[in-house]
């Protein structure tokens, strides 16, 4: 008897938590009454998806907390309050609610000066990330880090889910000459990591400019475990930015949006299905997706599509192809799909090819990818069996060398 009420303590000891509310940075901060914050002249990164569980934002609960002096606002790509579009360049402003100035990160500058850092003596960053190494916040927490570090300011991330969960990693690491804004940091195109583990893994790995190292503190999450993936963690989702709209949107920006920056097919950006698509205007959509399905990929189906977008390139022309239906996120590899998508489209209609329709967007390609290796050989056959070892093999190292960095 005494053995069974044991066994059972310990069942209900491990339920416990199970079905519970992950319980962000912001929010973790606010119960902890803003200790580390309070007396502080602060100055807080963030955008729209900086919210607490009843989508408040950021902004709003740092400016009205006691003690804390919220003194300046600074916007990633899409702005403090995601009222501009992707890669339009952001000036200074007032934030209009709160009367606060505001810096931009993406325009004249994307890392903060020492004058926009005078008088400050926090930097707090508070952003959604989606997992992609090509999604620019992560630039924008990197090179913030490196300025507060210049400037003794001090710096807090307030931890968010990674919407991919904690334990994905795809693709090759950044080489030198190939690193830029959407590339920033030589880690894998997914890198498995929170934002709060992906900045203490930029410090201590030396990869801040010139190995500097900021005074980093980071705000654990409650109830959040690496297995999750976002609409397990029970909070809202808010549009990281325009074209991911879902708490599922992720998952497709990291199937076909590196092919998308080829820009000569449509992968529905311009369409009601953002990076879910994968269709030209002239395959064959039931070919292309019987040729997908006898692929057998584990956790996804292709169904035939066709559309004509609404705006972007190619407006109200007719397309055709497949949309992606994740049928298992846990067992489906994501970055593979779109190079077995071109595969499959070139065995389909040989003379059409995605890479000679628009040479002059191989560069940014190449930046996504992180070396130019990758195009060049996947380029000589067009199979993805011909790179899938640089490919993965850097990811799976990555995957064993992130471990040290978890915080969960």
Not at 56 to 82: C, M, N, W, Y
Not at 146 to 172: K, S, T, W, Y
Request: hydrophobic share 40%; net charge neutral; glycine share 8%.
């Amino acid at each position: 008897m005494k053995i069974k009420i044991v066994i059972f303590f310990f069942l209900f000891l491990s339920l416990q938590g199970a079905g519970q509310q992950t319980k962000t940075g912001i929010e973790v901060l606010q119960l902890k009454g803003f200790d580390i914050l309070k007396g502080k002249r602060v100055g807080l990164i963030t955008n729209p998806t900086g919210v607490n569980s009843q989508l408040k934002s950021t902004v709003d609960i740092l400016h009205e907390a006691k003690d804390v002096q919220l003194v300046a606002l600074f916007g990633p790509e899409h702005g403090v309050r995601g009222n501009f579009s992707a890669g339009d360049e952001i000036e200074g402003s007032v934030d209009p609610k709160t009367q606060i100035p505001v810096f931009s990160l993406y325009g004249k500058t994307r890392k903060a000066t020492p004058e926009m850092l005078s008088g400050i003596d926090v930097l707090v960053y508070d952003i959604q990330d989606i997992g992609a190494r090509s999604y620019t916040y992560i630039s924008t927490l990197g090179l913030a880090m490196e300025a507060a570090a210049e400037n003794n300011v001090d710096f807090v991330v307030l931890d968010r889910p990674n919407p991919l969960g904690g334990n994905r990693v795809e693709g090759p690491l950044v080489e030198k000459e190939f690193v830029s804004f959407v590339s920033q940091y030589p880690v894998p195109y997914i890198y498995g990591l929170t934002p709060g583990e992906l900045a203490t893994c930029l410090n201590e790995e030396g990869l801040l400019k010139n190995g500097i190292k900021c005074n980093l503190h980071v705000v654990k999450m409650k109830n959040w475990k690496r297995h999750m993936v976002f609409p397990q963690t029970g909070l809202p989702w808010v549009p990281a930015s325009p074209h991911i709209p879902r708490d599922n949107s992720a998952f497709f920006y990291s199937a076909t949006g590196i092919m998308g920056e080829l820009d000569a097919n449509s992968i529905g950006v311009g369409y009601t299905l953002p990076f879910e698509v994968f269709a030209t205007s002239w395959l064959d959509a039931d070919a292309l997706a019987k040729k997908m399905n006898q692929l057998k990929m584990k956790g996804v189906i292709f169904r035939p599509v066709s559309f004509k977008p609404y705006y972007m390139k190619n407006k109200g022309k007719e397309h055709s192809g497949v949309q992606i239906h994740i049928t298992d996120f846990e067992k489906v590899k994501l970055t593979e799909m779109q190079f077995l998508l071109v595969q499959a489209a070139h065995e389909l209609v040989p003379d059409s090819n995605l890479f000679r329709m628009n040479p002059g967007r191989w560069d940014m390609f190449d930046k996504v990818c992180g070396n130019k290796r990758i195009r060049e050989k996947f380029t000589e056959n067009y199979r993805y069996s011909d790179i899938q070892e640089e490919w993965e093999k850097p990811a799976a190292e990555f995957a064993i060398k992130k471990k040290r960095y978890h915080l969960y």
